[in-house]
């Protein structure tokens, strides 16, 4: 017995544990959402830019102790990072560095004014020749509702189409099997997210389902290209339908695994470089592309088989439609 043939056997283990994830999905949904405490994510700042004259001129030192000097006096606790600072219009360092103290969201705002004023203070008492400002922050990460919607319905057209396509070009049951692969990695994807309570914003939930989409219509496009070459073989044309599916899909398995990994791997590096509201909405997706993977590799042949079946039969019984002999052949009958 063949892996594949294996991976087909074990279909039913396959549809029930995606029957139970979605349940459980569905019921804990139902009972208590999403974990939306993404939406809430909050914490305060205070900066300190300086150009590189003063680190040039070794001040830096100084000026760190007189922060933290002043943050200790009103009992804060806090992270520093000294970065250069990036213009927010060109996306590019300037000449000046950043030095960043946070703090936590229930840090009191009347002790780091106290402290942002004692720095004020400090750098008006001994940096005033140089170029130094210090500024006080609360950062809130804000949900992209509306860009999420737009997104989430522009994918959703976009599937739409691509299924017709798929439908046109490769037959009606692989059509019908990439609509049943995206319904079911959309439910699974939200599933996952309500059972695990992987903090994600209000509307990142429908982008995530959005997204696991359209990796599921690559995936699949990809075995859908593979299984129009390979069955034009007359190899495989004295297989079954079950045979034939599982044997192209063992040829297209590592092709489909690669993207689902290169999916991946795009998610985890955007995710890494982008901004903390942004990586939440980003990282994930690496979720996605594994669900994506899940389907396509375990599920959806075993579908497409089943559909594929009846459609070749149905093929094989259709009678051409009769269209008469063509007129020149029946001038010579006449002579």
């Not at 005033?128 to 500024?135: E, F, G, L, Q």
């Not at 059509?175 to 914003?201: E, K, Q, S, W, Y």
Request: proline share 2%.
């Amino acid at each position: 017995m063949t892996k594949n043939a294996k991976m087909g056997k074990l279909f039913p283990l396959f549809a029930a544990l995606s029957a139970v994830v979605i349940i459980a999905g569905i019921v804990l949904f139902a009972l208590m959402g999403f974990n939306t405490s993404a939406d809430r994510v909050k914490y305060k700042t205070v900066e300190v830019r300086y150009d590189v004259q003063v680190d040039i001129n070794e001040l830096t030192e100084g000026l760190e102790t007189s922060c933290e000097d002043a943050f200790d006096a009103n009992g804060l606790t806090f992270e520093k990072k000294t970065v250069p600072e990036v213009d927010g219009t060109y996306l590019g360092e300037t000449t000046d560095m950043l030095l960043s103290y946070t703090f936590s969201a229930s840090a009191s705002d009347e002790a780091i004014e106290a402290a942002r004023a004692a720095i004020a203070a400090e750098i008006a008492a001994n940096y005033s020749a140089y170029n130094v400002h210090v500024a006080a922050h609360t950062v809130t990460n804000v949900p992209l509702e509306g860009a999420a919607w737009r997104a989430a319905v522009a994918v959703a057209v976009g599937v739409v189409v691509v299924l017709i396509y798929a439908g046109v070009r490769f037959g009606v049951a692989a059509g019908l099997t990439g609509l049943a692969v995206c319904v079911h990695d959309v439910l699974f994807t939200l599933a996952f997210f309500a059972v695990t309570r992987i903090p994600v914003f209000s509307t990142g939930a429908i982008l995530f389902g959005a997204v696991s989409a359209v990796v599921s219509l690559v995936l699949w496009l990809i075995r859908c290209m593979r299984m129009r070459e390979d069955f034009k073989d007359e190899e495989f044309k004295k297989l079954s339908a079950e045979e034939a599916v599982q044997r192209s899909a063992a040829n297209s398995f590592k092709l489909v695994l690669g993207t689902a990994i290169a999916f991946a791997a795009v998610f985890i590096i955007v995710g890494a470089v982008a901004a903390s509201g942004v990586r939440l909405m980003v990282l994930p997706m690496v979720v996605c592309a594994a669900v994506s993977a899940y389907s396509t590799l375990l599920l959806a042949p075993a579908v497409y088989a089943k559909l594929k079946k009846p459609f070749d039969k149905l093929k094989a019984n259709h009678k051409p439609r009769y269209v008469g002999k063509k007129k020149g052949d029946k001038a010579n009958n006449e002579a």
